[in-house]
């Protein structure tokens, strides 16, 4: 056994190696879905590098490359041995270094006097499967203390990048599963069960990268309950649609509660709900404020240059305990604003209707401030409940009739009134569910 092969054995690990191959990202040039991640990045914590990078077995390559302006693929790499990346391999888990000179487990690592090191901090970025295909870090040329914020933006910006590659992997599976499926349909009669065979694994696969675009379950948040109904909307084709919720910590003891709609559907609504998501958790970690938060979702959005842009609709909502129960702030950007229903029956609109995400560079975004008492309940919601119809119906639900179903309902549980609203759109809808759904319900126990 070789020395490398003895200090490096996850690096080398041929099940690894292979996963990076997968990605097909080594050896291209820059792309905008990594480059903005390692933008948003140097931007948040204030470094002149950063990086996300795949490792095979003998280099680092970098895909993204925050403060190296050279576009040779030469320039972008260098080798396992001067890789910070490798002790993340080998740890499978994120290296927070404050000062490389002196950390023992870098202090003789070439790139401390190759690139400058003096600070380095990363986290893996993992393939589908779990394996570390490399890493997503941040580098400072001069020795700093990492803080929690500056950890947490790392930590979700990696995930971003391992969304990314996911979402690029599965499209593909469910392309190629479209492209036999269509290709099956063409066949003798013979071939009819692996044409619907092949259909199924791209429905699957469309079902698989939704759900990977969704939190995999609820936070337990101080003093309230929370519930979520999510329908994906009919049409019979392996898609991915743009509704998305999101609940999650925010700076100063604060929760941050999200509902959005990405406009179309498709692998490119799928990249910008995945973009949303991760950067409204990246800045929730410094400003609490919904509003500001929202300008920077539109500033990322509107520099993110596809050739197919994307805008969306948000409502955001702040949320921390207070004295008489809990205070809540929201904003909405070209979403229906969201409403309260007292304890005592009465319906409230909460929010005011802004712009739509992405559509200009400075859109007006007005904050609203409330206190929920117990008893009190915050629903956020999507449009597929307000404009649920039947098929062979123009009708929709509407507005008023939600106000009435929550005016007129006694549920003293966030589950059990996301149950009421679902209840009362799925009759009236007659379970015709043409457009993604989301309800989200903040309910304060009238025990509290």
Not at 393 to 399: A, E, R, T, V, Y
Request: proline share 5%; hydrophobic share 40%.
């Amino acid at each position: 056994m070789t020395r490398s092969t003895q200090d490096h054995p996850r690096v080398l690990d041929p099940v690894r190696i292979s996963a990076v191959y997968r990605t097909r990202l080594l050896d291209t040039g820059p792309e905008v879905a990594f480059d903005r991640l390692t933008g948003l990045a140097a931007t948040l914590l204030g470094t002149p590098f950063a990086f996300v990078t795949l490792v095979d077995e003998t280099r680092s390559f970098w895909k993204s490359c925050i403060g190296v302006s050279s576009t040779d693929l030469a320039d972008r790499q260098n080798s396992v041995q001067q890789s910070f990346c490798r002790y993340v391999i080998e740890a499978d888990a994120e290296l927070i270094v404050d000062d490389a000179r002196v950390d023992p487990r870098t202090a003789d690592n070439p790139s401390i006097e190759l690139m400058g090191v003096a600070a380095w901090a990363g986290f893996p970025v993992r393939s589908p499967d779990g394996h570390v295909l490399g890493t997503f870090c941040a580098v400072d040329t001069s020795t700093r203390h990492w803080t929690p914020h500056d950890i947490e933006v790392l930590k979700t910006l990696a995930l971003a990048a391992a969304g990314e590659i996911a979402l690029r992997e599965a499209v593909e599976n469910a392309e190629t599963a479209t492209i036999h499926a269509q290709a099956a349909t063409t066949r003798a009669n013979e071939a009819t069960a692996d044409a619907r065979a092949a259909a199924n694994q791209a429905q699957q696969l469309a079902d698989t990268l939704q759900e990977s675009l969704l939190p995999p379950h609820l936070p337990q948040v101080p003093g309230v309950e929370i519930a979520v109904r999510y329908r994906r909307g009919a049409g019979g084709t392996a898609e991915v649609l743009g509704d998305f919720y999101d609940v999650f910590p925010s700076a100063r003891d604060t929760w941050a509660v999200v509902v959005g709609d990405v406009c179309g559907k498709g692998p490119q609504a799928a990249k910008t709900t995945a973009l949303a998501r991760y950067t409204l958790r990246a800045t929730a970690g410094r400003f609490i404020t919904p509003s500001r938060n929202l300008a920077t979702l539109n500033t990322t959005l509107r520099a993110w240059q596809t050739k197919d842009p994307r805008f969306l609709t948000a409502a955001y909502a702040a949320l921390r305990l207070h004295p008489k129960g809990v205070s809540a702030q929201i904003s909405c950007a070209g979403h229906e604003p969201a409403l309260i229903r007292r304890a005592d029956g009465r319906v409230e609109s909460f929010g005011h209707h802004g712009v739509a995400i992405g559509l200009i560079d400075q859109p007006v975004l007005r904050d609203k401030r409330t206190v929920l008492h117990p008893g009190d309940s915050l629903i956020l919601y999507t449009d597929g409940v307000t404009e649920g119809r039947r098929a062979d119906s123009s009708d929709l639900f509407g507005i008023e009739r939600l106000h009435r179903v929550l005016a007129g309902n006694g549920a003293t549980s966030a589950g059990r009134l996301v149950d009421a609203i679902d209840n009362a759109v799925t009759t009236f809808t007659a379970g015709h569910v043409h457009d993604d759904t989301v309800i989200l319900v903040i309910h304060l126990p009238a025990s509290r």
